[in-house]
Nanobody
């Protein structure tokens, strides 16, 4: 039904910026809540940011709210995560996720999502 493909990861120095993109298939994209998660070595997959189906509400982890911005373009079936002032602790594999819902509440747990991308590596060097 829905396929997600992330891009934009790479190696960046501390203080730099990256913009991750997630391209989604399907005409029902606009009826999905979207989220970004990350998983560092030895850690569980953790919530980063989420956005509601109509882009009217966004939610951020404490570590991300002052530096990251999530956005979506339903006409283009894309979701983006702009990451500024990157720190070495941001190093992780970043995953795009989709949940079939129009409910305007935050979904911050991985098991709440229905579809996942393959992940894109972000490495921040000091």
């Amino acid at each position: 039904q829905v396929q997600l493909v992330e891009s934009g990861g790479g190696l960046v120095q501390a203080g730099g910026s990256l913009r991750l993109s997630c391209a989604a298939s399907g005409r029902i994209f606009s009826s999905y809540a979207m989220g970004w998660f990350r998983q560092a070595p030895g850690k569980e997959r953790a919530f980063v940011a989420a956005i509601t189906w109509n882009a009217g509400n966004t939610y951020y982890a404490d570590s991300a709210k002052s530096r990251f911005t999530i956005s979506r373009d339903n006409a283009k079936n894309t979701v983006a995560l702009q990451m500024n002032s990157l720190k070495p602790e941001d190093t992780a594999v970043y995953y795009c996720a989709a949940k079939r819902t129009t409910i305007i509440v935050p979904f911050i747990t991985p098991r709440e999502y229905d579809y996942w991308g393959q992940g894109t590596q972000v490495t921040v060097s000091s």
